[in-house]
Each structure stands twice: as C-alpha cells, then as structure tokens.
C-alpha cells in the first residue's frame, strides 16, 4: 500500500489496515519465539513461582497466557519488529518525524476466554496528535469471530464511548470489522472507539501491539522522565545497526529498560450502572 495512502486514510478514517508489511519467514520466527515464550510462563505458573506483567487464566482443562507487557524484557527477539524498514516507514510517516514506542505488548486470544473486549478509546484525553497503536498480526483473524471492530472517524469525535455505543444500538452509526491475516498490520488513533468479540473456533490469535509517539512529544510530555526517554531512543540506535533480514542476531536492550515506569493516560470505557 502506497505510504501516501496510508497516511490519508488514518487522518481521514482513524485506522488503516496495512496487507503483509511482514514477510511469512519473518511472522514464522515471531511465532516461534511467541510459542517459546507461553511454554516458560505456563511452566513458571504451574510451579507456582511468580511473575510480574503475564497474565494468566486458569481454566478447567489448563491455564493460558493472554497477555504479556514490558514485552521485550521476556523475548528481547521481539524488538526485531522496530527495525523492520517496512514497518516503521509507515509509522514514521503517519507522525511525521523521529518516533518511539511507548510500550510493547503481547495480547492472545484464546477460545478458552469467554470475555472480548468492549468498546472503548485506548486514550481518554482527545488529542489532535498522531499517537497510535499499531497492531502487528501473527495469526489470521476473522469477522464474527472475535476480529477487531471499529467505529470509523471516531477519533474526531467529542462524544462518549456511551454515546457512540447508544447511537450504534439505534443504527446511527455504523461500525466496521477488520479481518486480517497473517503479517498484515492495522494501526488505530489512541481516540480511536473499537471493540473485539471472544475468540471463537479452535485457533488462538495472537497480536504484538506497540503505541508509537513522536520523539518530541515524549520529551516535553512531563509524564516521561528523560532517563526513559534516553533509554528508549538507545534501544531505537541499537535496532537501527541490525540487519532487519537477519533475525538471528541477538538484540542488545539498554541496561534497566524497564526499570524508569511510567504511567500512560488511562483508556476510556463505558461504565453504566442499571437504575
């Protein structure tokens, strides 16, 4: 997809969905490593030793990993994603100057789970600013089948996610579901109003998310403090040196990545209570 075209359509719609930015022997090693990483927390789990920012749902049958954060600190592999030239052309063109992500995350979905995820912004706080999450695909996901939705040009709007959930259920507004496959990338504004259903039929998905600012936004931002910021533009230095094609080579987190925390602007859900 033409970079122009990519840029029009987030500023227009609030999302766009990028077909195969990664190539199958690439999404291969990514699942791998994602296969490698589950098998350790699941051993972790049942040994009963603890784990900070994996969670994990016991059911009747086993447990099961859904999500992962501070991603890197488990799978450092993971990180290859950031020097994928493809990738972060489009990122870098949507913001329009130097980017880096403000966190990364490994979410699986899994028919086991009966709850999705209903609709919200994954910011509160409205902001004219490109600052998105971009969705990296590692399996197939399908309309009616817990696929992500979402309601288009909602990022423009002043309307709560209440709101905009009442005009849907009185046919005002129309949301759209985005299937994807394999490889395939979809990015959406922080203001953005989506949803995704439970996971239906036996497949797992599996998606890398990271949100993506721009560099001179975190600096003047007061909630990120200047060592993480110099932490994470190491990290982009480091990523820029490897060979994108080659993720074989070891990648070299700065030390004590994760130890600076932040604390990002909360997401917005509807919350109503019956009367």
């Not at 004219?128 to 992500?148: N, S």
């Not at 910021?229 to 480091?238: D, G, I």
């Amino acid at each position: 997809m033409q970079t122009n075209l990519v840029v029009e359509r987030f500023k227009q719609q609030g999302f766009v969905k990028i077909k195969q930015v990664l190539k199958p022997s690439v999404i291969t090693k990514l699942q791998h490593f994602c296969d490698e990483l589950v098998a350790q927390a699941q051993s972790h789990y049942v040994a009963g030793l603890p784990f900070d920012n994996i969670a994990v749902m016991q059911t009747a049958d086993e447990p099961f990993v859904y999500r992962v954060n501070e991603l890197f600190q488990f799978q450092p592999q993971f990180a290859h994603l950031l020097a994928q030239t493809k990738l972060m052309s489009y990122v870098e063109a949507i913001i329009g100057e130097a980017v880096l992500p403000s966190y990364e995350s490994l979410v699986i979905k899994n028919s086991l789970d009966a709850r999705g995820f209903d609709w919200h912004r994954d910011m509160a706080v409205r902001t004219q600013e490109p600052i998105f999450t971009v969705g990296v695909y590692l399996d197939d996901a399908i309309a009616q089948q817990g696929a992500l939705t979402v309601i288009p040009q909602s990022h423009c709007s002043q309307a709560s996610v209440c709101d905009l959930k009442r005009q849907l259920s009185i046919a005002q507004l129309q949301s759209v579901d985005i299937t994807a496959n394999a490889g395939d990338v979809v990015i959406h504004h922080v203001n953005t109003v989506h949803a995704s259903g439970r996971q239906k039929g036996s497949a797992i998905r599996r998606t890398i998310y990271f949100e993506f600012r721009a560099v001179s936004h975190f600096i003047d931002n007061p909630c990120f403090p200047s060592e993480w910021v110099e932490k994470r533009q190491a990290l982009m230095a480091n990523l820029n040196a490897l060979n994108s094609a080659d993720m074989a080579n070891n990648v070299q987190l700065p030390n004590d990545l994760y130890v600076t925390q932040v604390q990002i602007e909360p997401a917005e859900y509807c919350i109503e209570f019956a009367s």
